[in-house]
């Protein structure tokens, strides 16, 4: 038995179905539901697009991207790490500027930190030297404090033009704008940070321990992740709610959405934002994220700034600085978390105990919906449990088609394993946004002969309204993205089934139309934070919205049901005639992309490399995080091995090593300033001085020889985690030339002595024995770890 003489008789009945049966009323109709539909998420996008950069000659209480920018090129030309000649010159230049404008500035010189790691599986303490550079601005009528903030150092092997150049530029302009005008009436503190790439050490010594800091405040920090596209707020303390509503009206350019917030949770990324919030500080972090490909690599440089961004990014500084400056600074945390996304025009926020009723009622729509729809004869409750049933399937597929593709681009192409998102992603972006529609088309056109449009569009609306329930428990800030398009679909089909003829599209049309101004703005957002290596959570986003439209999708398909025999076979033929299309163009998009988005000596070809010196046995090491080598890395990797017992910075995991020439680099001197044993506890101070410019130096004690209960570093008190087979370790980022004293308690676990390993880490890799430089279109890698030279000695005290 064939399928095509077992039409939907329902759908020949409907008049509706049979008016819109006609082919060119079909087709008019489609095409101006796709033109509104394109039209509403063309100006979706267009809304967050960052604004137009203003000149040098802007008025002086505006903020002006070009003077900004000017900062930009003077300060982040090279690279400034933490405790670099360089961070010093760049560290004089803000305090000269800021007190330019005639700002009380100052310099906090201390020790800071908190327990962290480097390389994420060492599991010592960090602290680093800061100095951060404060200026202020004393309110005349305060009601507490805002914090503007920016870190100015950057990461050992690129500038930080963006990261974090376009915040710290932000803050100078800022500063320069608000000393200006009337001072606020609340006081305002810019703090550019030291450190936060090493540690947030900067702003975890600001935070707990800045005298202006003690009554905590309203921090705003200001962050890149990339070079380009829209400045998002996508960071909150909790309780948002009227912090939202101070954004959505204080800032020119409000981009920011609650869901940011869950997704942000899942990166492994951290900002100075964090020492703020764990020092019981409210406030907003904004970054941008787009342009990843340069993030933390010696590409993120002055001339990558896309000026239009941080034009955006000092713009919204600005207008937050002034209203918040100017607002009752007392309660601001109140009322719960708001749930909040851009829609053209401005920022739609609505209280977070809508998010559980909104959710139900979508739910309640779709029922209603369906109840009616079977009512009508449009579908019977067979059909409608099928659709449902079978509506999961793109929503499984599409993101699993989008996960299969980029593993295979990448079989195909290594270099993209170890890059933060391609150089040119739009391509790629696109391919699989039409991955998804393909997958989708696919799956509508095998099973609305069978199924019915109707019963297909109802499966769609239902699951959209099942993730709305399950995203309002498991992230309540994200619930709208499914919850609010099922209600606009649910209503709109409730209406349309009123309605007769091509009116019917209106109501639909309507219903899609929601859908496509919160889910456009989404798949769009998403692609830069999550890179194409998730680029599955993009086309999973791109099928909600595919489904939020289906009636508006079966438009652009031949009439379902309605004919017969040979007919019949002709409009199954033209009805997957649409998904082939649909695949033909996402293999050529595909193509293309593989074509354009190719590595050359401007978009070089990530690679990791460092050192490794045990002046123990005098053995050198080669060694390298990356997944699958580079020509270029391979030429000095053997194996792979484990080194953290050996070297505690590289940490646990499995790495590629290759044998090295041993250098003449010395090791770091450990010697006993005091030693006294009591009651079995041995107390015992020691100076750990590195004999060699370094960035970083560390101390691991062998839990085998004894058990650390107590640790401070030049005063500071750090804390012990004992988990591994260190019983302790700390790390000194941009130690003191002279080198420092760490006072431990401990028990030692026999008569024998304990046993350190100390560990210093610094530039210079290109000048050791047997390195080549990289030839053209071979780049670093944006790593915390690349280019790093580790020197190790034990030593038995
Ligand atoms: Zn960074």
Aim: proline letters at 7%; charged letters at 15%.
């Amino acid at each position: 038995m064939s399928a095509d003489v077992q039409q939907p008789a329902a759908a020949v009945r409907a008049p509706a179905e049979r008016a819109l049966a006609r082919p060119e009323r079909r087709a008019l109709t489609a095409l101006v539901a796709v033109v509104v539909l394109g039209a509403i998420g063309a100006i979706s996008l267009l809304d967050i697009r960052p604004p137009a950069p203003k000149p040098v000659s802007a008025p002086a209480d505006q903020f002006s991207a070009a003077r900004a920018a000017d900062h930009i090129n003077t300060f982040a030309a090279r690279t400034h790490v933490a405790g670099s000649a360089n961070n010093d010159t760049v560290r004089n230049y803000l305090v000269n500027t800021l007190s330019g404008f005639g700002l009380r500035t100052s310099v906090q010189d201390t020790v800071g930190g908190e327990a962290g790691d480097l390389s994420g599986s060492s599991g010592a303490a960090a602290v680093a030297h800061v100095r951060n550079v404060v200026a202020e601005v004393p309110g005349t009528d305060p009601t507490g404090t805002v914090f503007l903030v920016a870190h100015y150092d950057s990461v050992q092997v690129g500038p930080g033009g963006n990261d974090d150049g376009a915040g710290t530029s932000s803050v100078l302009e800022v500063a320069r704008a608000l000393s200006q005008g009337p001072a606020p009436r609340n006081n305002v503190v810019f703090v550019l940070t030291d450190a936060e790439e090493a540690c947030l050490c900067g702003a975890l010594a600001f935070a707990s321990a800045h005298p202006l800091a003690k009554d905590g405040g309203v921090a705003l920090n200001l962050e890149a992740r990339g070079s380009t596209g829209p400045v998002i707020m996508f960071e909150t303390s909790r309780d948002n709610a009227k912090l939202v509503s101070l954004f959505r009206s204080a800032a020119p350019h409000p981009v920011g959405t609650s869901f940011a917030v869950e997704v942000y949770r899942l990166l492994p990324n951290d900002t100075d934002f964090t020492a703020f919030l764990g020092n019981d500080f409210v406030g907003l972090n904004s970054a941008y994220i787009d342009g990843g490909a340069v993030y933390h690599t010696p590409l993120d440089t002055p001339a990558s700034v896309d000026r239009r961004t941080l034009q955006q990014h000092g713009e919204n500084a600005l207008g937050l600085v002034r209203a918040f400056g100017a607002t009752d600074l007392t309660d601001l945390r109140a009322n719960g978390d708001a749930t909040y996304f851009p829609v053209p025009g401005t920022l739609v926020s609505y209280p977070g105990w809508l998010t559980w009723p909104l959710a139900g009622l979508a739910l309640l729509a779709v029922v209603g919906l369906a109840l009616l729809t079977v009512r009508s004869g449009r579908a019977t409750w067979g059909k409608v449990a099928a659709g449902f049933g079978l509506g999961l399937v793109p929503i499984v597929a599409a993101p699993l088609a989008a996960q299969l593709l980029w593993m295979l681009v990448t079989a195909l192409r290594p270099g993209y394993a170890d890059l933060l998102d391609p150089y040119r992603p739009l391509l790629w972006r696109l391919t699989v946004i039409l991955l998804a529609a393909t997958v989708l088309l696919t799956w509508y056109a095998l099973l609305r002969r069978r199924i019915g449009p109707a019963a297909l569009a109802l499966g769609a609306f239902g699951w959209l309204a099942v993730l709305g329930l399950v995203l309002a428990a498991a992230t309540p800030g994200g619930s709208y993205l499914a919850a609010l398009p099922a209600l606009a679909g649910a209503l709109g089909g409730i209406v349309a089934l009123r309605l007769r003829g091509a009116w019917t599209a209106v109501p639909l049309t309507v219903g899609a139309a929601v859908g496509v101004v919160i889910l456009v703005p989404t798949v769009v957002l998403l692609f830069p934070a999550l890179g194409m290596a998730m680029g599955g959570v993009g086309a999973l986003f791109a099928t909600l919205l595919g489904l939020a439209a289906l009636p508006i999708v079966d438009l652009l398909l031949p009439a379902a049901g309605g004919q017969r025999g040979l007919v019949a076979l002709r409009a199954r033929r033209l009805g997957l005639g649409v998904p082939v299309l649909a695949l033909v163009a996402t293999l050529a998009l595909a193509g293309s992309a593989f074509a354009v988005d190719r590595f050359d000596a401007a978009h070089p070809i990530p690679t990791h490399l460092m050192y490794a010196l045990d002046a123990d046995t005098g053995q050198a090491r080669w060694v390298s995080y990356e997944s699958s080598p580079q020509p270029w890395t391979a030429g000095y990797l053997a194996t792979r091995e484990k080194v953290g017992t050996q070297f505690p910075e590289i940490g646990a995991s499995t790495v590629r090593t290759g044998p090295a020439q041993a250098a003449a680099l010395p090791p770091a001197a450990l010697t006993v300033v005091s030693d006294s044993t009591a009651g079995g506890v041995r107390t015992l101070r020691v100076k750990l001085a590195p004999q060699r410019q370094v960035r970083l130096a560390a101390l691991h004690v062998d839990g085998a020889t004894a058990t650390v209960d107590q640790a401070s570093v030049d005063g500071f008190e750090v804390p012990v985690d004992r988990s591994g087979p260190w019983s302790f370790g700390l790390v000194f980022h941009a130690p003191p030339a002279g080198g420092f004293e760490v006072s431990l308690t401990l028990r030692p676990a026999g008569a024998g002595p304990v046993r350190f390993r100390v560990e210093d880490g610094s530039d210079g890799l290109e000048a050791l024995p047997g390195f080549k430089p990289r030839p053209a279109g071979v780049g670093v890698l944006g790593s915390h770890s690349s280019e790093l030279v580790l020197v190790v000695k034990s030593y038995l005290l």
